[in-house]
């Protein structure tokens, strides 16, 4: 990454425009992360369909024994980078949690309490859902056919009406 912020503007439209030194920080640390976690989970579902090429698991780590170290310790650091994703997920969903509160009902500051409240639904659906699923496959396959319907048939028309409202103000 270019140490200097107006380094950044030479890169081209696509590359993001950080203007201080502590969001070049902050990029690196985000892009470091997210490379280490794309090489875990590659490593993790290359070894899969290499292992058992006709009839894998929807979840990879089942096909595996419960017996065997290193898919443990495979299950444990993929267990170790959710807990990590978990408050990053959290934070964004909260707050739109909120911004929809605050559309409904008019309300600007959302109060300590309501804002415990949402944490508490968001933390309790969470471990409910996971107590009630027990083929992270199933997940998947839902959480994948909900983003694609929603890349398919919402966001076109969400970027539409957004460039309408930036071209007519």
């Known amino acids: 990454l270019p140490a ?13 425009k950080p203007y201080t030194y502590k969001l070049i920080g902050m990029l690196g640390a985000i892009l470091s992360a ?3 976690i794309l090489l875990g989970y590659l490593a993790v579902g290359v070894a ?13 780590l089942n096909s595996f024994g419960a017996d065997d170290v290193a ?17 990053l997920n959290h934070h964004p969903a909260r707050k739109a949690w909120e911004d929809l509160v605050d559309a409904l009902f008019d309300v600007k500051q959302i109060s300590g309490w309501l804002s415990a409240v949402l944490t508490i639904v ?14 992270l496959g199933r997940v998947l396959h839902m959480i994948g056919g909900t983003a694609a319907s929603f890349m398919i048939f919402f966001l076109p028309g969400l970027l539409l009406m957004n460039a309408a409202i930036i071209k007519h103000t």
């Open 71 to 87: 898919i443990q310790v495979a299950r444990a650091v993929i267990g170790c980078v959710v807990l990590g994703h978990y408050p």
């Open 122 to 135: 968001f933390v309790g659906s969470n471990v409910l859902a996971s107590l009630a699923v027990t083929d």
């Open 48 to 60: 899969g369909y290499l292992a058992y090429p006709v009839n894998v698991s929807s979840n990879v």
């Open 34 to 36: 997210q490379s280490i």
């Open 4 to 16: 200097e912020p107006t380094d950044y503007h030479t890169l081209g439209p696509l590359v993001p």
